[in-house]
């Protein structure tokens, strides 16, 4: 049993960023793949980043070199920080925990 809540979505403009935050309630937190995802309205859920166990990182081509994902396996957490936010960036942006699922989800909105 798993439980992931995401926080830290709002609205920003187009430029600004934004640091979303996972909270897991799990075991062996530091054993899994976590990540995000995003899905904006009437398209698919796309992979956003994904942060493994041994810390290598893996990156949407069009977030890459402005989101970084992070986690801090004392606190059960995982963070994306997102820079140079632009409109296409609004979605609503779920933690994911690799292989069991996904959370609820958070909502970004990037506009002027």
């Known amino acids: 049993q798993v439980q992931l809540v995401e926080s830290g979505g709002g609205l920003v403009q187009p430029g600004g960023s934004l640091r979303l935050s996972c909270a897991a309630s799990?075991?062996?937190?530091?054993?899994?793949?976590m990540g995000w995802d995003r899905q904006a309205p009437g398209k698919q859920r796309e992979l956003v980043a994904r942060l493994s166990p041994d810390f290598n990182t893996h990156y949407a081509d069009s977030v890459k070199g402005r989101f970084t994902i992070s986690r801090d396996n004392a606190k059960n957490m995982v963070y994306l920080q997102m820079n140079s936010l632009k409109p296409e960036d609004t979605a609503v942006y779920y933690c994911y925990c690799g292989p069991i699922g996904w959370g609820q989800g958070t909502q970004v909105t990037v506009s002027s």
């Open positions: 799990l075991s062996a937190f530091n054993s899994y793949t």
